[in-house]
């Protein structure tokens, strides 16, 4: 019997790998290790029956001939069989993309070399062999590729993986399918675990290098470390991070790299653990948490290359000019020694700089004598000698420039250009790569080396993590299909001015939310990686929009001729001085201003800058949470910091029908159980509950809050009863009813808010409404609807017949949201209809004869001209009347001939 398998905990590269090595051996059996990752497991649930394998207890180890390991060579990694290594007769092949460790085993057949997956390794066997790939296979391969390269985007990247992934999708991959399990959303531990990494990073320069460590407890273990340790590194740019988790009497630690200086598996191996340079791991038993730190520290010091800085690429001695100096003299400098940037200096201190750009521009409109004082820019990017490459490249890219000076004690000592970083970064790979050929292309005996080929991919089929996972198109297409086109040209335009401009432009919150829902949402808010409030001014100048803007929040809205309303803001973070507080802002990137948001399904963007138009950018797992249907907060203390998120989050459950996750709700009641929610402004809950109010069904919203406490909390004499819902729920017929037949609008939150209110006296309704400073105008309509309804429903519930002119004067001066409170609280239907006759019909009936056809009656001037007008209008609503012929006739025959002249 011939055996596949690979280590515990088995990832996708690992499962991708057994599935390849089946093809390449395809009578031997495939044994699955136990455990395997959160990841693969969901996976198998859905999609397990495509692979045939069988658990390790039901093979007879005294029965198996060959053994073929893939993802691993360690002799500790692989459970029982590694009984069989070193067994008489035993063959062994491995596959494996991992550098050697102490620990490998000696195999007589395989490959092993350097690559970013495994899978990549057998993919390429399998073409070179010819051997056939369905595209469900191709998909699972594609899927370990994409995992342990961090969808191609890792520094473990290389040719072959490209190469492979290429290939796969030539042969039906599909990303779309894969994109869910790659772009996962946390589970609830998982992303407790994630803030805590947040909240307990510390930073460490060791050898020039910055070191993220995370040193955090958990009561039991969390399954899937690696998923928020990514969402960490990424939200956060990170190169180097190593957490220890400690788990009851188990200290796990996970290690990642980005840069060439930090082998984590060389870092972690004196502890016992392994993987690859840029990915690590390692199981530690028994041991003190402070003393691991403390070896892992000194290990660090031991292991990381000294990292190049500043003053090992820059350019010296620094060639310079003077205030003084001619426009003439500096381009005879910058020829003669073939630079393009010229610092200016006065008694040693640097006052400005001069491109070559500029000295040419000047001198073809002036003589080239005039000094350069008057044309030097003063606005210089100085940095230390001892600052890291990677922190260069980032504040030329913050303040794009091409060019630092580079000072030491204020003194000029060098200067960097951005073909200075290039070439040093491209040395440092070099090296890498020449340092690592001991074993990146060793082979098994019985193997032979297949010739292969760079393949290059289109652009929109390779996204980094934190994407879509898929192609932009998708979405572009949604855009195309859901947005009228007058508004898609709007944002396509914004998408260029803001490319032309050096920014990144975003639509961002519900839209993309709705958009992905299949619900119309034309509410658009756009963000913008660089000054929202300069892009805003340039989009209305050129669609001829009127612009207001709040430059305290950086934020601007504009109105399209056409009514289009447009919200722009600058991309920013957010800071709550204290709970409950509105928050401080500060400029930031696009994942920190979706991180200050309120749920993840509130964090997606969708880029439409014309070179990535249409791309989903989804950091959090929103769509995952939209596909589970759940309400989650994105850190712990989300409510702390706004507790108005509670009404929203509850809001949100039930407008889709979600379901708030397990660990909200916890955070949702100890928010209430602290007091903190009582620290809210009264006039900001007053908002939040007439957007609840305003709800299709509010009522299941409403139940919600009493649930949780929460209404009570707002006024501790509300209560939701079975009996007002069943009112608010007939409230809809009602307003449809009205709408219909009259075309007008009503407050629909005030009426409602008139229901739940029932069961208050009148001084406790007057109470709620001071508290919660309602405008004049709507306390008047709480209070008179209060009132009113019951005189109302006495007053018309007569079986008796009763004149239209009665019931207009009984209702006329009664507001129509307490009209329509009535409605809802009568139960005898003849109440309803003579209510709705009045605001469908009654209400709108107007006289056609006015004070001068009076006159002109011979009626003299006097304050009975009311009186008769109104007498008229009677007989209208009657029905004694129905045109101003009648209605003369009927003023001659009804006043007295006194009242003439």
């Known amino acids: 019997m011939k055996v596949i398998t690979t280590h515990p905990g088995m990832d996708f590269d690992a499962l991708a790998s057994l599935v390849a090595a089946k093809k390449l051996y395809p009578e031997a059996k495939i044994c699955l290790p136990t455990p395997i990752s959160s990841e693969v497991k969901q996976f198998m649930a859905i999609y397990g029956k495509i692979i045939t394998h069988l658990p390790a207890e039901e093979i007879e180890l005294a029965k198996v001939t060959q053994l073929i390991l893939v993802d691993t060579r360690w002799i500790n990694r692989i459970g029982p069989f590694r009984e069989l290594v070193g067994k008489e007769g035993m063959k062994v092949h491995i596959y494996d993309h ?12 395989g490959l092993c070399q350097e690559a970013g997956a495994t899978t990549s390794i057998l993919t390429r066997i399998l073409r070179e062999r010819k051997i056939p790939i369905t595209p469900i296979e191709a998909t699972l391969l594609i899927l370990g ?16 993986d490209l190469e492979a992934a290429g290939f796969l999708l030539s042969q039906g991959a599909s990303l779309e399918l894969i994109s869910s399990f790659l772009n996962r959303s946390l589970t609830e531990r998982q992303m407790a675990l994630f803030n805590d990494f947040i909240e307990r990073a510390k930073i460490r320069i060791i050898n020039g290098v910055e070191v993220f460590i995370i040193v955090t407890e958990v009561d039991e273990f969390v399954g899937g470390l690696s998923l928020p340790l990514h ?9 180097v991070v190593f957490a220890l988790i400690k788990a009851k009497e188990r200290i796990y630690v996970v290690a990642r790299s980005r840069t060439l200086s930090v082998n984590v598996s060389e870092v972690l191996s004196p502890l016992g653990g392994g993987g690859h340079n840029f990915a690590a791991s390692a199981l530690i038993k028994e041991q003190d948490i402070k003393e691991v730190e403390e070896r892992l520290h000194d290990l660090l010091k031991e292991k990381i290359r000294p990292r190049q800085t500043v003053r090992d690429v820059m350019s010296f001695p620094v060639r310079f000019a003077s205030p003084r100096t001619s426009l003439k003299e500096a381009e005879d400098l910058m020829t003669k020694y073939g630079i393009s940037t010229l610092p200016v200096l006065e008694e040693g201190r640097v006052v400005g700089i001069v491109s070559r750009e ?6 073809a409109h002036n003589s080239g004598k005039a000094p350069l004082k008057s044309y030097l820019s003063p606005k210089v990017f100085t940095v230390s000698p001892q600052l890291s490459l990677k922190k260069a490249q980032e504040i030329m890219m913050d303040e794009e420039t091409r060019t630092l000076l580079v000072l030491d004690n204020e003194e000029l000592v060098g200067i960097l250009s951005g073909p200075d970083l290039l070439q040093a970064f491209h040395k440092d790979a070099q090296g890498f790569r020449h340092s690592e050929s001991s074993f990146s292309e060793r082979e098994f005996p019985g193997s032979r080396e297949p010739q292969f080929s760079f393949v290059d991919l289109p652009g929109d089929k390779v996204c980094p993590r934190g994407t879509s996972g898929g192609k932009g198109q998708v979405v572009r297409d949604l855009l195309e299909k859901k947005i009228p086109e007058r508004i898609r040209k709007v944002l396509e335009q914004g998408g260029r001015i803001a490319q032309r401009m050096g920014f990144r432009a975003f639509i961002v919150g ?8 299949g619900i119309e949402n034309l509410d658009v808010d756009l963000v913008i990686e660089g000054d929202g409030i300069e892009f805003a001014t340039e989009l209305a100048r050129q669609l001829k929009g009127e612009l207001k803007r709040h430059r305290g929040f950086g934020t601007a809205t504009i109105v399209l001729p056409h009514g289009f309303k447009l919200d722009v803001a600058t991309s920013r973070s957010e800071f709550y001085p204290s709970p409950a507080a509105l928050p401080q802002v500060k400029p930031a990137p696009l994942t920190e201003d979706l991180a200050r948001r309120d749920f993840t399904v509130n964090t997606m963007a969708i880029n439409i800058n014309p070179s990535s138009f249409g791309l989903l950018i989804d950091f959090f797992g929103g769509q995952e949470d939209i596909r589970r249907k759940k309400v989650r907060v994105l850190h712990p203390r989300s409510f702390i910091e706004d507790p108005t998120r509670i009404f929203r989050a509850i809001r949100f459950e039930q407008r889709y029908s979600f379901q708030i996750g397990e660990e909200t709700e916890k955070l949702i009641q100890d928010v209430l159980e602290r007091g903190i929610f009582h ?4 006039e900001r809950i007053r908002e939040e509950l007439i957007q609840i109010l305003k709800e299709d069904e509010p009522e299941k919203t409403i139940r919600r809050l009493q649930d949780f406490g929460i209404l009570k909390a707002v006024y501790p004499k509300i209560e939701l009863t079975p009996e007002k819902e069943k009112e608010l729920n007939y409230l809809v017929d009602v307003f449809a009813h009205f709408e219909v037949i009259s075309k007008e609008k009503s407050k629909r939150w005030l009426i409602r808010l008139l229901l739940l209110l029932e069961g208050l006296d009148e001084e406790e309704v007057r109470d709620f409404c001071r508290r919660y400073k309602f405008t004049r105008e709507n306390q008047n309509a709480i209070i008179s609807g209060r009132l009113e309804a019951e005189k109302l429903i006495k007053s018309l519930g007569s079986r008796e017949p009763i004149k239209c002119s009665f019931i207009h004067s009984l209702l006329k001066c ?3 949201e307490a009209l329509l ?13 003579r209510i709705l006759l009045y605001l469908t019909r009654l209400k709108n009936v107007e006289i056609e004869v006015d004070g001068k056809d009076l006159k002109s009656m011979g009626y003299r001037p006097s304050p009975r001209f009311s009186q008769i007008l109104e007498d008229v209008r009677r007989a209208r609503l009657d029905g004694l009347v129905k045109n101003k012929k009648e209605e003369i006739n009927y003023i001659k025959e009804k006043f007295p001939p006194e009242e003439k002249k």
Do not use: C, W
């Not at 960490?232 to 990170?238: C, E, S, V, W």
């Open 510 to 517: 519900g839209f993309v939310r709705d958009l992905l829902m």
């Open 145 to 160: 590729i994409y995992e342990d390269t961090g969808s191609l985007s890792f520094a473990s990247t290389t040719p072959l």
């Open 231 to 239: 969402k960490f590194i990424d939200l956060k740019n990170l190169e």
């Open 358 to 363: 500029k000295v040419d521009h000047v001198m």
């Open 814 to 816: 009664v507001p129509q």
């Open 821 to 833: 409170f009535t409605m809802a609280k009568a139960k005898e239907k003849l109440v309803k209809k």
């Open 679 to 682: 620290r809210l402004s009264r």
């Open 98 to 109: 991992h550098p050697p460790h102490p620990n490998d085993i000696r195999g007589d057949g």
